[in-house]
C-alpha cells in the first residue's frame, strides 16, 4: 500500500473510495473463507494528529490519567508522535513505540515526517518494538555498517546501546522474537501451532502481548523474567494467527491463549495461606529453567554427547564429586550410574587433597565435578591436582566462564543466567537443571549399551522395586 501508492484502481474500489470520503478514520476489511483480503481505508483524521492536535487534545489526559502511552510509527506524523512521546516524559510514563513499517517507507512513500524526526523518536521511547523487516534498515541508519550481515541479536543489542532503550522487542516471525536490556539479551523461540490460518494482525496481538506483560510485571530485571515477556507476547501472536482475519473466536480463541501463555502470566493465585505464592511460584520457576534448558538442549547435549562417549570408552572407574547440594546432586548421581552398569562412586571434595587423591589412577579414571557457579574453590582445588596427576576431569558447570571450565578436560554448560532462585542464591532451581542434566546421561548411557530391564533389577534387588521384581 505505501510502496506502490497504487491500491484498488478497479470500478469497485474507486466506489469504495469514493463513499469513504470524508469519513472520520473508517477501515473495511474483506475476508475470504481461505483468508486472503482486502483492506480499504479512507481519509482519516489520523492524518491530522500532529504535534499541535496531541497538545491541545492529548497532553492533559496523559498529565492526568496516563500509567502507560503507546504509539507506533505507521499512519500518525512523526511530529505527532513525537509530539506523544514527549509529553509521557513529562508525565513521567512509560513509553513504547511500535515501527511498524520500514523508516524508508514512513518518509518516503507515507511522507510522515523527516529522517531526523524519526531518529528522535525511536530514541524518546522507552521501549522500542521493530519488525525484522525494518530493523536492518534503522539499524544502518543510526550508523550500523554491519548491519545487513548481523543476527537480530546482535542488532537488538545495538539499539538498545543506541537508542538508550529500557527494552528493545525484535519480532523475527515464525522464528520468535529478540528481547534485550542493557545488561539482558534472550532468544525466544515461537510457539509451535498446527496450522497457520492467518498472519494478518500477528504483529498488533504480539504488541498488545507485550503491553501486557509490561503492565503486568514492568520491564524485566533478570533473564528469567525477559524470557516471560517474550513468551507471553509469542502467545498472543500464536493465537491471532490460529483464525481467519485476526477475528477472535468466542472461547475458542481463549482458551488456545491461555494454553499458550507461561505458567505465571496471569498473576499470583490468591493468598489462601502463607506459602502459597512461595510454593507456586518456585514450581513456575523450575518449569521455566527447564523449558531454558530444553531450548537449549542441542549446547547442552553437544557437550553431554562428548562426556557419554568419554565414559563409554573408559575402561576405569567414574567418580562424582562435589559439595553442599551440587555433592548431594553427585553423590545420586554415582548411585544412579552404577545401578545401570557404570562402575561409579561419589566423593566429597574436600576429601581428595586429604589423601584421595590415592582413589584416582592415571589414564584409566574420571573424576567428574558438579558446581552451579563453577568456582567452588575445593572443587577448583581438586581438579587441578587431578589434573597434574593425569587423571581425566570433567565439569557440570553452571557458566562458561569460570575456573573450573578452565581446568576440566571436558565441560557441560547450563544456562545459570536465566534462573530467578531466592536471593539469586539460594539452590532451588539450578538443583533441579543438575539433576535433569544427570538424568538425560543416566538414560543416554542405558541406551548406547543396551542395558536391559533384568540387568537393573539384578543390580537393585532391594526397596519396593527389588521387592516387586522378586514377585513378579
Request: glycine share 10%; with cysteine.
Amino acid at each position: 500500500l505505501y510502496s506502490t501508492g497504487r491500491y484498488g484502481l478497479d470500478v469497485n474500489s474507486r466506489a469504495v473510495r469514493y463513499r469513504m470520503r470524508g469519513l472520520d478514520m473508517q477501515c473495511l476489511v474483506f475476508v475470504q473463507d481461505d483468508g486472503e483480503k482486502s483492506i480499504m481505508q479512507g481519509p482519516s483524521s489520523i492524518d491530522l494528529i500532529n504535534a499541535q492536535a496531541v497538545n491541545e487534545y492529548f497532553d492533559d489526559v496523559i498529565q492526568q490519567h496516563a500509567s502507560m502511552v503507546t504509539t507506533e510509527i505507521s499512519q500518525v506524523p512523526l511530529s505527532g508522535v513525537l509530539a506523544l512521546l514527549n509529553s509521557a516524559r513529562r508525565a513521567g510514563v512509560l513509553t513504547i513505540l511500535d515501527l511498524d513499517i520500514p523508516p524508508s517507507v514512513a518518509i518516503r512513500e507515507a511522507k510522515l515526517g523527516s529522517l531526523e524526526e524519526l531518529l528522535v523518536c525511536v530514541r524518546g521511547a522507552d521501549v522500542l518494538k521493530a519488525s525484522k523487516s525494518s530493523v536492518i534498515e534503522l539499524s544502518q541508519w543510526l550508523g550500523n555498517r554491519n548491519a545487513k550481515c548481523s543476527s537480530f541479536a546482535e542488532l537488538a543489542r545495538f539499539l538498545a546501546k543506541e537508542c538508550g532503550s529500557k527494552l528493545v522487542c525484535i519480532t523475527t516471525g515464525a522464528e520468535g522474537c529478540v528481547l534485550a536490556t542493557s545488561e539482558l539479551l534472550v532468544e525466544v523461540p515461537a510457539h509451535q501451532v498446527t496450522v497457520v490460518v492467518d498472519t494478518m494482525g500477528a504483529g498488533d496481538a504480539f504488541l498488545g502481548g507485550l503491553i501486557f506483560g509490561i503492565h503486568k510485571a514492568g520491564i524485566p530485571d533478570t533473564v528469567m523474567e525477559l524470557r516471560e515477556l517474550g513468551t507471553t507476547a509469542n502467545a498472543f501472536g500464536a493465537a491471532c494467527v490460529c483464525s481467519v482475519g485476526s477475528v477472535p473466536v468466542v472461547d475458542e480463541s481463549r482458551d488456545r491463549l491461555l494454553s499458550f501463555l507461561p505458567f505465571t502470566a496471569l498473576g499470583k493465585v490468591p493468598k489462601g495461606s502463607s506459602g502459597v505464592d512461595g510454593f507456586v511460584s518456585s514450581l513456575a520457576n523450575d518449569v521455566q529453567a527447564l523449558a531454558h534448558l530444553l531450548s537449549k538442549v542441542y549446547v547442552t547435549k553437544e557437550g553431554a554427547d562428548k562426556v557419554i562417549g568419554l565414559i563409554n570408552s573408559s575402561r576405569g572407574h567414574l567418580f562424582t564429586s562435589g559439595i553442599g547440594k551440587s555433592g548431594s546432586v553427585a553423590e545420586r548421581f554415582a548411585a544412579s550410574l552404577s545401578s545401570v552398569e557404570v562402575p561409579s562412586s561419589y566423593v566429597n571434595a574436600c576429601h581428595w587433597t586429604h589423601g584421595d587423591l590415592g582413589k584416582a589412577q592415571r589414564g584409566r579414571d574420571i573424576v567428574l565435578f558438579i558446581s552451579h557457579s563453577g568456582s567452588t574453590e575445593e572443587c577448583v582445588t581438586a581438579a587441578r591436582h587431578l589434573v597434574a596427576k593425569g587423571v581425566t576431569t570433567v565439569g557440570l558447570i553452571g557458566r562458561k566462564d569460570s575456573p573450573l571450565s578452565k581446568v576440566c578436560t571436558l565441560c557441560i554448560y547450563y544456562d545459570s543466567e536465566s534462573l530467578n532462585e531466592p536471593f539469586g542464591c539460594v539452590p532451588t532451581s539450578s538443583v533441579i537443571l543438575q539433576e535433569a542434566v544427570c538424568n538425560g546421561m543416566v538414560v543416554e548411557l542405558m541406551h548406547q549399551r543396551e542395558v536391559s530391564k533384568s540387568t537393573f533389577l539384578s543390580n537393585h534387588p532391594g526397596g519396593n522395586i527389588g521387592t516387586r521384581h522378586i514377585s513378579s
